[in-house]
């Protein structure tokens, strides 16, 4: 996906960091806004990866840190619940006026009820997802038992949450007891989809169940299994962001001649665009499909897809596959299957008896070839020929020229 940082102004003049993150086409089908969970920010993993995850479904989706937190300003002991809930309003107000209204408000624990709070107060929203949501945000004030007596007598105290320490005013605690979400959740009026974890130790699984039964249809509930409260396995995270993202765009509103994946042209298949975030993974819109490159975990990858030279030998197998096929099926021979194996390795180039350079190293890819069906020994024979004048193959063994420049971001690309 593609991030560009964002600044928002909240409603006391206050700027608050966002991250937008982009499909890689940078041409999002619909825009979502997500609420962390407390105390965290737009850059904690899950976040991330929960984005991530939309935007290979077309999303864009904007992360926004609440007052006092990540690289928004403002100090966090002057904020409380209400004052979140008034931030995700200001973005969505900031998103509407530079962006997109956002169709989709995600959010994660306490952002979770933030985002039940906020949906009625943001115009354009078309559905609501809670990830490991309290039914109430008092809640919260059962995290922080142990320091309710100092902050009662001193009106304020010293939490640690998540091995970080914050200032929690007594305030804070007042604002939680002010609201009342069942009626919240009763009048939505929007599809809401619950995804929460049996396995939740920090908030416990009835607090969705109490969510799910208090909403009115249309509403869906996914169970993360496993999952801790905070997703901090990548896999859990990954899967709540695709059923997410799968459930949510039914519901989203398009332009009446846009379908999913029309807004990439059809004949632009060889048209294909990269683009590399955080760490290794790459994301990779080849036309209308959406594939990921990676590194193996030995050189500090993810190995969440195959490397560079995985998808290379990826594309010459499968243009052989494609070739054959298509060459059997026009002489009618009885073609059933085609397995293609291939490898890639340097060598020595005095070891190649057939190659031009007697010098350094070249690279080999050998290739082999399965064929089923009754086909006799002239036609397999010929099929072997035909192996080789696959485009790809032609490609890879001819004179290619690659022209490489700069683009300034956002600056369209050249029509060819």
Known sequence: MNTQKLEIENADGLKLGAKLDLPVERKPLAYALFAHCFTCTKDFKSAYYISRALTRHGIAVVRLDFTGLGESEGDFSDTNFSSNVDDLVAAAEYMNKRLSA??????????????????????????????????????????????????????????????????????????????????????????????????????????ATHIFSTARQPKSFISLNEADHLLTNRNDADYAGAVLATWATSYF????????????????????????????????????????????????????????YGLLLAGLGACTSITLRMYADHKQWPLENIDVHLSHRKIHAKDCETCESDSGKIDLIEREIELSGPLDTSQRERLLEIADKCPVHRTLTSETRIETRLRDVGEPAEQV
């Open 102 to 207: 956002p169709q989709l408000l995600v959010g994660h624990s306490l952002g979770g009820a933030a985002v039940l709070q906020a949906a009625r107060k943001i115009s354009g929203t078309r559905a609501v997802a809670t990830i490991g949501a309290p039914a109430d945000p008092a809640h919260v004030g059962h995290l922080l038992k142990n320091s309710h007596t100092e902050i009662e007598k001193h009106g304020k105290a010293d939490v640690i949450v998540e091995g970080r320490t914050f200032s929690i005013k007594k305030q804070f605690l007042d604002d939680l007891d002010g609201h009342r979400m069942d009626e919240t959740i009763e009048e939505l009026g929007l599809p809401l989809l619950v995804l929460h974890s049996p396995a939740d130790m920090v908030v416990d699984f009835e607090n």
């Open 253 to 308: 509103e398009m332009p009446a001649s846009v379908e999913i994946n029309d807004h990439i042209d059809a004949e632009s298949g060889n048209q294909v665009t990269v683009s590399t975030g955080q760490g290794y993974r790459t994301e990779i819109q080849a036309g209308t499909h959406r594939l990921a490159a990676d590194e193996p975990l030995s050189v500090g990858g993810t190995d969440t897809g195959p490397d560079p």
